[in-house]
């Protein structure tokens, strides 16, 4: 029986040919990190998943982005394989030229696969789309010269290739803008913390590295001690799972990870384990616990040599741990800096154009940010007016009604992005005020059409709560500033006058606050460096000071002041400290006193600039005068500019500045908007704030300072318009020149289109399409095995920049689902619940839940949005087919997709995932038995899938051909035999691939209600598959030579593994199995039994009966070919019980018939041996050994008997009782012919002793004989018996092995002895022993008691009643021939 856990673990390698790509980009090694989070379905997730259905998935905000205008415009309704992932719409410059050439490019740049996914390779082209170089219809081209010019080809080619690169890097740079502007304001999502962690992935390098570790771990080079079972279980492990092609396939795609090679190893050691016999004081946890640290320390190459370890010494295992770390760090929740940093090596872009970019987009200012958004959601929402005006602007629905819809989205999309924008706190309590969330209420239309959203002069004008006035103003209750003071008096000069060691002290307070006192010092050193911390609510507060003199006088009241000061600090007031010069009385002596104060007043988050402005209105300040000026933002949509007096704390005066415009103005513009014909007095540097019925002429007395409050107003108003400063004859001023030069720099570099772009006017679909493919192409690329899934840090951007620039959710995951089908189809692992969650947002936002109410449509998708288009119907329709084909393949390959059931539910995943595509709709579900007949499909051309790869694969000892080749014919010449051997190795690879099959896959759907049913399909698989090995089987056993037996083998190895098979035990191809092979075994038992029957005849006919063994040659033949025979038959294990007894009845039989006949010829040959030489009877006679070879038969016929003829112990067929029976009859016949035999001799002694009788003629001869001392004393006789007697005995006891058969015979032997003797003794009681006749009989009964007493005879047999009576009457008749002196 051959082993089958000796076979070669077969490679089945997926065989994934990858066609011509005609994108192919260069994409940077990256070390991104795991991805282990979703999309987001926002609160409405009503697709039928859940995201604790799918386990990985972190939250972030599609709501936001679903409900998105990204494809408001015509341009959005694009081809999906056409572009290069990016561009924007008709007004977007950054397109590229469809007319260029297929060149090879040197930047990172994603490629579009045949379906629209974009690709990466290490060789970069440009789009599929364009035509090619050698094309003759390529627009505005000149035609093909007859003799090509290689000069003007390549200054073709390198100037196509010059332009796309540019243009490339144009679109890269203007993605990063709007990517870095969601990394600086995020405002929609968050970066999830309850994603899977992701495991770091194994390389191929890093396979060779363990490969070679477990290697040296079985050639005994590791310090790591281990058993036996702990050697084989590792041995069983590299040769199966290390060294599978399989896995090799999974590695180079990317798809499993250091834990995926542990769990594999504990579930195999597991089983061992299990299996392994209980050891007291041990328990298995314990074992398995110490297997799995000797793994960990295999894997982890304990004990390794630095040197031989990749990368050398201690340095570079220091570096290669310090970027692992700084690897693993991005996996978790990242800063601004890093995120920064890991999408600009997403896109490409370099160090100093990120820095370029960040002073110029001033992302570190959260004022210009939220004013950056505001002028967005202005835009958009102009956009949606003009969309409400035009439809032809919007792209085709699958339903006209859709369009209406579509407008109400768009409007809540933007309603909900200014929520979330107003959620955001500016100030402690502005999130409660009347300006929060509820004045968006406008935006929540419902049925009636609303009024078109203007703005004046590009600033965003919002419409208030309904009203009968349409306005809601700010009251002057609604402005609530709070400060915070910072005093430190630091030391006071000039007190002259104070003796050295008076104790003077001061004071600080602020007007309405409590008053606090510095520590005490000597006048000598009146230093204090004491710090007092106020809280007001005056915008212009006084900070009062006073210097004391402690009191001398016993009686004195007050301490006496020595000077005082008054501050009045703002928030721009210099923070460093400051001599002042103090007030003193009138009567002081020290008129110079001056003292150090360090004061500062933090600017409160809701103040966004203050200063002295002049300023004239129509509402407001109508008079021209300078005031103190403050710019409040109540909220993040609500700002006001106060004017304040001193120890106030509500403004005098105020205005809101909701749909005012500024910008700069001329001082001329200024006289004449103020009405004066003269120069107005104050102020040099103009301003003004205008709106449709309204202006404010503001003044600053310097450039700069007209500069920052002209930004600051423009942020708040949140006006497209950029206010421009005039330029003086001399040209800008310094101050201007230095607060913009961070924008000139950034124009030098050619980067004022990027920051000047107009968000509204790109179609962030396609710019989003590209972001996401680099996304995933550098997620993919990244340390860790992700299998698709993104890293917070990715999905946070992502998230938010589907929000904030109205991406669909539905164009998101499609783009997605292309992306990782198309990656999937070319051999990377993608895992399938990732494809399964954008798969069932996709089909929910397409299908819907849709209920008619009325005339209004009322969806219910995932994302909040109803409206489906044409583009997102036909892609979606395209990719669910694709989607069905690439499963369909994964399910038909699923030993190469999923290597030993890698990645851990992967495939239960994908057969959830079938069950979704195949379904119509999002409430239909599909029928059981339409998926069951998919699977079953799919599970068929599996089976002959493995079967080929496992024949053509398979390689046989020593030789190049595989067993396909031998087993095929296309090797001519193989022998039958050799053909059989194969074949044989085969069954053993097929037994080995189907019990991987069962532990890796079948068992991780037991117990599993919703895929019973796919543990019966693969019942079936495995039947199929077995049906295309019987093919092979039943064409080389018809080329076998009849009557030869090489065959059983294969029956063994293949009903072994079936018959331990609950659900292939008894299947069709075991039934064939046992059908094939059952004409065969009746006729090798036909066989043997004749050639049996034939070596007993031929056998005995030549037997010498020498002893061998237990019996004689012919015997120990004929057992051994008996027991051989059953054994065989019963390792055969025949899987048909009947024909199993009916095998087992006939093979009982056999060997009764075979025995008994065995037992006859001994017999006969016993009795003819027994004949030969009976005239001889002498001493000196020896028991022949033939005669003990045929008792040894005998006897070891009775022992065979029993395991030959009985079943498990007991006589089922009467066969052994039988055979038995005939054993003890003969048996006692060759007992007592051997006695007879022997006793013969002593009847011959006696027969001597007869000769001395009185009365006989002769007895008076040899009377005078024996008294002339001529006969001898008749001791020597009895001394020749004694010597037959131990003679006789040795040769039994030599001879013969049963040793009770032994004993039997000896007490039988010496009872007849004794019998003799003592009849001849009775017959002559009336007369006296002759002293020769007594001398040798007193010998003989003296010398054989004491001989069998030490052959084993018990003495009460020895001393029985017939053997004391002749020994009493031997020691009577030598007392009497003693007293007559007849002998000594």
Same mark, same amino acid.
């Given at each position: 029986?051959?082993d089958?856990s000796s076979?070669e673990?077969?490679t089945?390698e997926e065989?994934?040919?990858?066609?011509?790509?005609?994108?192919?980009?260069?994409?940077?090694a990256a070390?991104?990190?795991d991805?282990?989070?979703?999309f987001a379905?926002g609160?409405?997730?009503t697709?039928?998943?859940?995201?604790g259905?799918?386990?990985?998935?972190?939250?972030?905000?599609?709501?936001?982005?679903?409900?998105?205008?990204?494809?408001a415009s015509?341009?959005a309704?694009?081809s999906?394989?056409?572009?290069?992932?990016?561009?924007?719409?008709?007004?977007n410059s950054?397109?590229?030229p469809?007319s260029?050439?297929?060149?090879?490019?040197?930047?990172?740049s994603?490629g579009?696969?045949?379906d629209?996914g974009?690709s990466t390779s290490t060789?970069?082209?440009?789009?599929?789309?364009?035509p090619?170089?050698?094309?003759?219809?390529r627009?505005?081209?000149l035609p093909r010269?007859?003799?090509?010019?290689?000069s003007?080809s390549s200054d073709?080619?390198e100037?196509d290739?010059?332009e796309?690169e540019e243009?490339e890097r144009?679109?890269?740079?203007?993605?990063?803008v709007?990517?870095?502007?969601?990394?600086a304001?995020?405002?929609n999502?968050k970066q999830?913390t309850?994603?899977?962690?992701r495991?770091l992935?194994?390389?191929?390098?890093q396979l060779?590295?363990?490969?070679?570790?477990?290697q040296?771990?079985l050639k005994?080079e590791?310090p790591?001690?281990?058993?036996?079972?702990?050697?084989?279980a590792v041995?069983s492990?590299?040769?199966?799972?290390?060294r599978?092609d399989?896995?090799l396939?999974a590695v180079?795609?990317?798809?499993?990870?250091?834990q995926d090679?542990?769990?594999v190893f504990r579930?195999?050691?597991?089983?061992?384990v299990?299996?392994?016999?209980?050891i007291d004081?041990l328990?298995?946890?314990?074992?398995?616990?110490?297997?799995?640290v000797?793994?960990?320390?295999?894997f982890?190459?304990v004990?390794?040599?630095?040197?031989r370890?990749p990368g050398g010494?201690p340095?570079?295992?220091?570096?290669?741990?310090?970027q692992?770390?700084q690897t693993?760090?991005?996996?978790?929740?990242?800063?601004?800096?890093?995120?920064?940093?890991?999408f600009?090596?997403?896109?490409?872009?370099k160090?100093f154009e990120?820095?370029?970019l960040?002073n110029?987009?001033?992302l570190?200012?959260?004022d210009e940010q939220?004013a950056?958004?505001?002028?967005?959601?202005?835009?958009?929402?102009q956009?949606?007016a003009?969309?409400?005006?035009?439809r032809k602007?919007?792209?085709?629905?699958?339903?006209?009604?859709?369009?209406?819809?579509y407008?109400?989205?768009?409007?809540?999309s933007?309603?909900l992005l200014?929520a979330?924008?107003?959620?955001?706190?500016?100030s402690?309590?502005?999130?409660d005020?009347r300006?929060g969330l509820?004045?968006?209420?406008?935006?929540n239309v419902?049925g009636?059409?609303?009024?078109?959203l203007l703005?004046?002069?590009?600033s965003?004008?919002?419409l208030d709560?309904?009203?009968?006035?349409g306005e809601?103003?700010?009251?002057?209750?609604?402005?609530?500033?709070?400060?915070?003071l910072?005093?430190?008096?630091m030391e006071?000069?000039g007190?002259k006058?104070l003796?050295?060691n008076r104790?003077?002290?001061?004071?600080?307070?602020v007007?309405?606050?409590?008053k606090l006192?510095t520590d005490?010092?000597?006048?000598s050193?009146p230093?204090?460096?004491t710090q007092g911390?106020?809280?007001t609510?005056h915008?212009l507060p006084?900070?009062k000071?006073?210097?004391?003199?402690?009191?001398?006088?016993?009686f004195?009241?007050?301490?006496?002041?020595?000077?005082?000061i008054?501050?009045r600090p703002?928030?721009l007031a210099s923070?460093?400290?400051e001599?002042?010069?103090?007030?003193?009385?009138k009567?002081?002596t020290?008129?110079d006193?001056?003292?150090?104060?360090?004061?500062r007043?933090?600017k409160p988050l809701n103040m966004?600039?203050c200063g002295y402005?002049?300023a004239?209105g129509?509402?407001?300040?109508?008079?021209?005068?300078k005031?103190y000026?403050?710019l409040?933002?109540?909220?993040?949509?609500?700002?006001?500019?106060?004017s304040y007096?001193?120890?106030k704390?509500?403004?005098?005066e105020m205005f809101? #500045? $909701?749909g =005012?415009t500024v910008d !700069?103005?001329?001082?001329?513009s200024?006289?004449?908007m103020v009405?004066? %014909?003269s120069? /107005?007095d104050?102020?040099?540097?103009?301003?003004?704030?205008?709106?449709?019925?309204d202006?404010?002429?503001?003044a600053?007395?310097d450039e700069a300072?007209?500069?920052l409050?002209v930004?600051?107003l423009?942020?708040a108003?949140g006006?497209s318009?950029?206010?421009?400063p005039p330029l003086t004859p001399?040209?800008?001023s310094s101050?201007?020149?230095k607060?913009q030069g961070d924008?000139d720099r950034?124009r030098?570099?050619?980067?004022e289109e990027y920051?000047s772009a107009d968000p509204v006017?790109?179609d962030?679909?396609l710019l989003?399409?590209?972001v996401q493919?680099?996304t995933l192409d550098f997620r993919l690329?990244?340390?860790?095995?992700s299998l698709g899934w993104?890293?917070?840090g990715?999905?946070f951007? #992502? $998230?938010? =920049?589907?929000a904030? !620039?109205?991406v669909?959710g539905?164009?998101?995951?499609?783009y997605?689902? %292309?992306d990782? /089908?198309?990656?999937?189809e070319?051999?990377?692992m993608i895992?399938?619940?990732?494809i399964h969650?954008?798969?069932?947002?996709c089909a929910s936002?397409v299908?819907?839940?849709r209920?008619?109410?009325?005339?209004?449509?009322a969806?219910a998708?995932?994302?909040?949005?109803?409206?489906?288009t044409?583009?997102e119907?036909?892609?979606?329709?395209?990719?669910?087919?694709?989607l069905?084909?690439r499963?369909?393949?994964q399910i038909t390959?699923?030993?190469s997709c999923?290597?030993?059931?890698r990645?851990?539910g992967?495939?239960k995943a994908t057969?959830?995932?079938?069950?979704r595509?195949?379904?119509?709709?999002?409430?239909?579900?599909?029928?059981?038995?339409?998926?069951r007949a998919?699977?079953?499909?799919?599970l068929?051309?599996?089976?002959?899938?493995n079967y080929n790869k496992?024949?053509s694969?398979?390689?046989?000892?020593? %030789?190049?051909?595989?067993?396909q080749?031998d087993?095929?014919?296309?090797?001519?010449?193989v022998?039958?035999?050799k053909?059989?051997?194969d074949?044989?190795?085969?069954?053993e690879?097929?037994?080995d691939?189907?019990?991987q099959?069962?532990e890796h896959?079948?068992?991780?759907?037991?117990?599993?209600?919703?895929?019973?049913w796919?543990?019966d399909l693969?019942v079936?698989?495995?039947e199929?598959?077995?049906s295309?090995f019987?093919?092979?089987m039943?064409?080389?056993?018809a080329e076998?030579?009849?009557?030869?037996?090489?065959?059983?083998p294969?029956?063994?190895?293949l009903?072994?593994?079936?018959?331990?098979d609950d659900?292939?035990?008894n299947?069709r191809f075991h039934?064939?199995?046992?059908?094939?092979?059952?004409p065969?075994v009746v006729r090798y038992v036909?066989l043997?039994?004749s050639?049996i029957?034939q070596?007993?005849h031929k056998?005995f006919?030549k037997?010498?009966?020498?002893?061998?063994?237990n019996g004689?040659?012919?015997?120990?033949?004929?057992?051994?070919k008996?027991d051989a025979?059953?054994s065989f038959?019963h390792?055969l294990?025949?899987p048909d019980?009947e024909?199993a007894?009916?095998?087992?009845?006939?093979?009982?039989?056999?060997?009764?018939?075979m025995?008994?006949s065995c037992?006859?010829?001994?017999?006969?040959?016993?009795?003819?041996w027994?004949?030969?030489?009976?005239?001889?009877?002498?001493?000196?006679y020896?028991?022949?050994?033939e005669?003990c070879?045929m008792v040894?038969?005998?006897?070891?016929?009775k022992?065979?008997?029993?395991k030959?003829?009985?079943?498990?112990g007991?006589?089922?067929?009467?066969?052994h009782t039988k055979?038995?029976?005939l054993i003890?009859?003969t048996s006692?016949t060759?007992?007592?012919?051997?006695?007879?035999?022997?006793?013969s001799?002593l009847?011959s002694?006696?027969?001597?002793?007869a000769?001395y009788?009185?009365?006989s003629?002769?007895?008076?001869?040899?009377?005078?004989?024996?008294k002339q001392?001529v006969?001898?004393s008749?001791r020597?006789?009895g001394?020749?018996y004694?010597n037959?007697?131990?003679n006789?005995?040795?040769?039994?006891r030599?001879k013969v092995n049963d040793?009770l058969w032994i004993?039997?015979?000896f007490?039988a032997w010496y009872?007849a002895q004794i019998?003799?003797?003592g009849?001849?003794l009775?017959?002559?009681m009336n007369h006296?022993?002759h002293?020769?006749q007594c001398?040798?009989?007193?010998?003989?009964?003296?010398k054989?008691?004491?001989?069998?007493?030490?052959?084993?005879?018990?003495?009460t047999?020895l001393?029985?009643?017939?053997?004391?009576?002749?020994?009493?009457?031997?020691a009577?008749e030598q007392?009497?021939?003693i007293?007559?002196?007849k002998i000594e």
């Open positions: 029986m051959i089958p076979s673990e077969e089945d065989g994934v040919e990858e066609p011509h790509r005609h994108h192919h980009h260069s994409q940077r070390k991104g990190q991805v282990g989070g979703s379905g609160p409405n997730n697709f039928g998943i859940t995201p259905q799918l386990a990985g998935h972190g939250n972030s905000n599609l709501g936001v982005g679903g409900n998105g205008a990204g494809a015509s341009t309704a694009t999906w394989g056409g572009g290069g992932g990016g561009g924007g719409g008709a007004s950054l397109d590229v469809q260029s050439g297929s060149l090879p490019s040197r930047s990172v994603p579009l696969g045949p629209g974009t060789t970069a082209t440009l789009p599929a789309h364009s090619s170089l050698n094309s003759s219809h627009s505005g081209s010269p007859l003799s090509p010019s290689p003007l073709k080619n100037q290739f010059q796309r243009e144009k679109r890269r740079l203007q993605l990063y709007f990517v870095s502007r969601c990394v304001y995020p405002f999502a999830p309850d994603m899977t962690k495991q992935k194994v390389t191929k390098q060779e590295s363990l490969q070679q570790r477990f040296s771990f005994g590791t790591i001690l281990a058993d036996e079972a702990f050697h084989n041995q492990y590299t040769e199966l799972f290390l599978s399989r896995v396939h180079t795609a990317g798809g499993l990870s250091s090679f542990r769990d579930l195999s050691v597991e089983r061992r299990r299996s392994l016999p209980d004081g328990s298995k946890e314990t074992v398995l616990t110490s297997w799995m000797k793994f960990d320390a295999i982890k190459g004990g390794e040599d630095d040197s370890r010494g340095r570079s295992q220091q570096q290669q741990q310090a692992l770390n693993l760090h991005s996996e978790l929740a990242l800063s601004k800096e890093q995120l920064y940093d890991l600009q090596q997403i896109l490409g872009v160090k990120h820095q370029l960040f110029a987009l001033q570190d200012s959260s939220a950056a958004i505001r002028r967005e959601l202005d835009g958009r929402l956009k949606v003009e969309m409400e005006k035009n602007l919007m792209p085709r629905f699958v339903l006209k009604e859709m369009e209406v819809l407008i109400e989205e768009l409007k809540s933007i309603n200014m979330n924008l107003e959620s955001l706190p500016v402690k309590g502005s999130a005020s300006y509820q004045r968006f209420k406008r935006y419902s009636k059409r609303r009024s078109s703005r004046s002069q590009g965003l004008s919002r709560q309904d009203g009968p006035d809601s103003t700010l009251s002057k209750m609604d402005i609530v500033l709070s400060f915070t910072e005093v430190i008096i006071v000069k007190l006058s003796a050295p104790i003077v002290y001061c004071t600080m307070e007007e309405g606050g409590e006192q005490q010092a000597e006048a050193k230093m204090w460096d911390d106020f809280t609510t915008p006084q900070v000071m006073k210097l004391f003199a402690e009191a001398e006088g016993m004195a009241l007050e301490d006496k002041e020595l000077g005082r008054v501050l703002t928030p923070k460093f400290p001599w002042h010069k103090m007030e003193v009385p009567n002081a020290d008129k006193l001056r003292i150090k104060i360090a004061c007043m933090d966004k600039h402005l002049y004239w129509k509402g407001v300040w109508k008079k021209w005068k005031r000026y403050v409040v933002q109540v909220s993040q949509y609500t700002f006001a500019m106060c007096k001193e120890k704390t509500e403004p005098s809101q #500045l $909701d =005012y !700069y103005i001329e001082a001329a200024a006289n004449l009405g004066m %014909a120069d /107005l104050g102020g040099r540097f103009f301003f003004n704030a205008v709106k449709e019925g202006s404010v002429v503001f600053a007395d300072e007209s500069h409050w930004m600051a423009y942020r108003t006006q318009h950029k206010p421009a001399s040209g800008k101050t201007i020149a607060i924008t950034a030098k570099h050619g980067m920051i006017k790109f962030h679909s989003f399409k590209l493919t680099l690329n990244d340390p860790f095995a993104f890293s917070p990715q999905i951007v #992502l $998230d938010e =920049y589907c904030r !620039y109205g669909r539905c164009y998101r995951h499609l997605y689902l %292309a990782l /089908l198309y990656r999937a070319r051999g990377t895992d399938p619940t990732l969650y954008s798969f069932a947002f936002h299908h819907g839940n209920h008619s109410d009325g005339d209004v449509l969806p998708r995932p994302d909040g949005v109803g409206t489906v044409h583009e119907k036909d892609k979606f329709q395209e990719i669910k087919e694709r069905r084909v499963l369909e393949y390959n699923f030993r999923f290597p030993f059931g990645p851990e992967a495939l057969l959830s995932l079938m069950e595509v195949l379904m119509k709709d999002i409430m239909t579900p599909v029928p059981a038995e339409e998926v998919v699977i079953k499909k799919c068929e051309n599996a089976a002959l899938i496992l024949a694969e398979a390689k046989v000892e020593g %030789a190049e051909t595989t067993i080749d087993l095929s014919g296309e090797q001519p010449g022998p039958p035999m053909k059989l051997e074949l044989i190795h085969l069954a690879l097929c037994v691939l189907l019990q099959n069962e896959y079948a068992e991780a759907f037991k117990g599993d209600q919703a895929f019973a796919f543990s693969l079936e698989h495995a199929i598959f077995w295309f019987a093919v092979d039943d064409a080389v056993l076998q030579l009849p009557d030869t037996w090489d065959s059983f294969l029956f063994q190895i009903n072994d593994y079936l018959r331990m659900n292939l035990k299947g039934q064939h199995l046992r059908d094939t092979f059952a065969q036909d043997m039994e050639s029957a070596s007993i056998g006919e037997e010498k009966w020498e002893i061998k063994g004689c040659s012919t015997s120990e033949d004929l057992f051994w008996l025979l059953q038959i390792d294990h025949w019980a024909f007894r009916h095998l087992e009845q006939r093979l009982k039989l056999m060997a009764c018939d025995i008994e037992i006859q010829r001994t017999e006969n040959a016993f009795q003819q027994l004949k030969k030489g009976v005239t001889f009877n002498s001493t000196d020896v028991l022949p050994a005669l070879a040894n038969v005998v006897l070891d016929a022992q065979q008997s029993f030959l003829c009985a079943v498990d007991v006589d089922v067929h009467q066969y055979i038995d029976e003890e009859r006692s060759m007992s007592q012919g051997v006695v007879s035999r022997l006793l001799v009847e002694v006696i027969s001597k002793l000769r009788d009185e009365g003629i002769l007895g008076s001869i040899l009377s005078f004989t024996y001392n006969s001898g008749g020597d006789l001394q020749s004694v037959f007697t131990r006789s005995m040795d040769q039994i030599s040793e004993l039997n015979l007490d009872a019998q003799m003797l009849t001849w009775a017959d002559r006296s022993l002293p020769y001398t040798c009989l007193a010998h003989i009964v003296k054989l008691p004491a001989d069998l007493e030490v052959h084993g005879m018990l003495p047999s001393h029985g009643r017939d053997a004391v009576v002749v020994a009493q009457r031997i009577t007392q009497q021939l007293r007559a002196g």
